[in-house]
């Protein structure tokens, strides 16, 4: 019934950044979690000003390993985003300091389909 | 430092299937959580059985959204996966017990990168 976490897309084609990261950890307790809470919010609303940005949605287990995906209209929107100033340097910092592993792919996505339970 | 939850892929290009879900609740509990386990564990070998599976990474947050994302080769394994029998089956009954929503995109990874804290 809920539309919560669903982003609102267009019909394909467009592109998806999927983004899979494990949070980095100190004797089993996630690292900076309220500061990383912030900035991942803070990346969001920077995202949502982007020419081209179509929507996201994320999740993280409580073991710390997440998944988020954004898309987008086309590559150059991709790349615009990924040299937006504030973002790169989050991006930097994030890299040291919130994350033991990520992987990033980049994807054309061709089809889609859904279904929602009615209310 | 760890692998774990990571799918290990070749490099692009390949597919990706994205599964974003929310699982129903019932009073704000999340229903059949074990049938549920028990059947996506099952899904995950089978599908590993499969011509052209690559990995598999998967998450969901404590309020019930999630994102699967598998690989695959290309667009005839994933026709294929689909039409697995016993796939087909306990994707009819998931639809029908498991999600309130749902949402699926298949995508072309075309480029992809990662890092990994040194251990």
Redesign the interface.
Known sequence: ???????RLPA?PYY?V?F?S?R?TTDGVIDDDAGYAQAAQRMVELAAQQPGFLGV???????G???T?SYWTDEAAIVAWKRQAEHAATRAYG?EHW???????????????????PA
Do not use: C, N, Q, W
């Not at 019934?1 to 982003?7: E, I, K, R, V, Y």
């Open positions: 019934m809920s539309d919560s976490g669903f982003a394909p998806a999927i899979s494990r980095s949605e994320s999740t993280r287990d409580a073991d390993f997440g998944i995906v890299r994350y033991d592993h990520y992987e990033l792919r980049v994807a054309k996505v061709e089809r889609a389909y859904g279904k929602k339970t």
